[in-house]
């Protein structure tokens, strides 16, 4: 791939495999530098010692990234119990200990009082605003953070295995907002004990799941290959892969105009629309703009301003 100092303007979805200790933020700076991208941003914060799905939207594709936030995600994750530290995982410090450990039956009893909709108190190193600032910030200046139940969603949770007597490993498909973290701590406490979690790994973010996550080696390899073999746009997913609940709608050349514009366009014939609410409007195949159905009107919301330029020169 070319080093040119001049960024590109590239569309679409890195659906990243991150690597324990890395950042979120981090790994957006290392995608944007991968890629020699303008603009870039992630579709919901992996802590630095967990792995897995984190989703990178580049250029116009950053317009999406709520579609994507707003999914569900599936987890895997340990839980080391008789221990609860100040992070409830395993960067904090040790502040509760306990000898009790729960058994198989123990733990298949209670999982079902985690599932459906729950209240659950986020953990006080997390990235909500106390104030204006992050609760994180606060922790780790010493002061008590005092954060207020919330309600989420869990839609499974099962036991995967007994790894050791003070081990066990879960899989979980939750709502937006849910805390992993918490959930351990959660699931600790209703066994009679205390726990944090070792181990976390992201499988799926809304559409995109496990077997389209690509990791950072094989990123450094595309970037660094020969002219004419595979390059980095094969790492890329379309924009409308973030839109894959939303009906597409097709618009000829003078309607994709008018949304460009910012104008409504009228819908007659066989565009005539057979729902109502949002679409994401085509034309040629190539997207126009996220737009809301109205009395055979579509009124743009977002419209996206695609150049086709090259990941990569020869």
Known sequence: MAKSKKR??????????????????QAV?????????????????LDPLASGCLPIALGE??????????????YEFAVRWGSQTTTEDAEGEVVVSSDNRPDRDSILAVLEQFTGEISQTPPAYSAIKVDGKRAYDLARAGIDVKLNARPVTIYSLELVEIVDADTARFRAQTSKGTYIRSLGRDLALSLDTCGHIVELRRLNTGP???NHMISLEKLETLRNSAPGEEDLANAL??????????PALAVDRNGA????????????????????GLVYATCAGELVALAEV????????RVFNLSPTPVSDA
């Open 208 to 210: 995109f799941q496990e």
């Open 294 to 301: 109205d009395q055979a009107e579509l009124h743009p919301r």
């Open 61 to 74: 594709a950053t317009k999406t990234v709520s579609y994507v936030v707003d999914g569900r995600k599936i």
């Open 237 to 246: 997913r379309p924009i409308e892969t973030a839109l894959d609940d939303i």
């Open 8 to 25: 590109t303007d590239i569309h679409g979805w890195v659906v990243f495999d991150k690597p324990v200790g890395m950042t979120s933020t």
């Open 257 to 276: 105009a008018r949304l460009r514009r910012g104008q409504s366009v009228l819908l007659r014939g066989r565009d005539a629309p057979i729902h109502h």
């Open 29 to 45: 700076g290392k995608i944007k530098w991968l890629f020699n991208v303008k603009k870039a941003g992630h579709a919901g914060t």
